[in-house]
Structures are given as C-alpha cells and as structure tokens.
C-alpha cells in the first residue's frame, strides 16, 4: 500500500503565499506523475498542477505564472508554491500520484490524499 500526507494548507490575505507539501510513503518501486487538484464547494475536482518523472510539468491556466510545482523524487515528495493567491484559489486541494508499488509492478495505481484546506480571505 501507498499513503500520501498532504500538509500546508492555511488561511491567508488575498496576494499572500503558500506552500503545500505531500510525501508519499510505503511499497513505492516508483513514482511516475505527481500532481495537485483541487475542488471548491459545489465545483468539480479540477486539476491544478502535475509533473512526470521526466520532467514534463501542466498547469491549470488559472494558476499559470502563480503557481509552481516541484518534486523530490529521493524523498517521493511534491511541493506546490502558491504566490499572488486569490479568493478563487480557495479550495480542498488533493495530491495524487501515479505510482508503480513492489506488490504491483507490471501497471501503476493512481492514490490520492485526504485533502488540505487552502483558504484565501479578499
């Protein structure tokens, strides 16, 4: 099994920043995409930001030039850096990852976290 812990998410002044992290633990051979979602009250999941292994990173238009995405794939771990947050950006936001585990290797399973509240006050 693969557990993902999100933490960061807060409160904070419209044009403030932010910085989530989610590390994931457990039978992890390796980690192919690593992303963030995020779904407001009444609103579909929607995804945010993501990045493969390779590198190849997709933002959400609404967050491009605000938000940035990183990895560190020695601690299995995904960042997300909020700045110029909006009231808009106000949501749950989830990490996922697409990970092949030593209990599975011939495919990979998409896990998600239980969700990080990010609150942005105008």
């Known amino acids: 099994q693969v557990q993902l812990v999100e933490s960061g998410g807060d409160l904070v002044q419209a044009g403030g920043s932010l910085r989530l992290s989610c590390a994931a633990s457990?039978?992890?051979?390796?980690?192919?995409?690593m992303g963030w979602y995020r779904q407001a009250p009444g609103k579909q999941r929607e995804l945010v930001a993501r990045?493969?292994?390779?590198?190849?990173?997709n933002y959400a238009d609404s967050v491009m030039g605000r938000f940035t995405i990183s990895r560190d794939d020695a601690k299995n771990t995904v960042y997300l850096q909020m700045n110029s947050l909006k009231p808009e950006d106000t949501a749950v936001y989830y990490c996922n990852a697409v990970v092949r585990s030593w209990e599975r290797t011939w495919a990979t399973t998409s896990y998600w976290g239980q969700g990080t509240q990010v609150t942005v006050s105008s």
């Open positions: 990045k493969t292994s390779g590198g190849t990173t």
């Open positions: 457990g039978s992890i051979l390796n980690i192919n995409t």
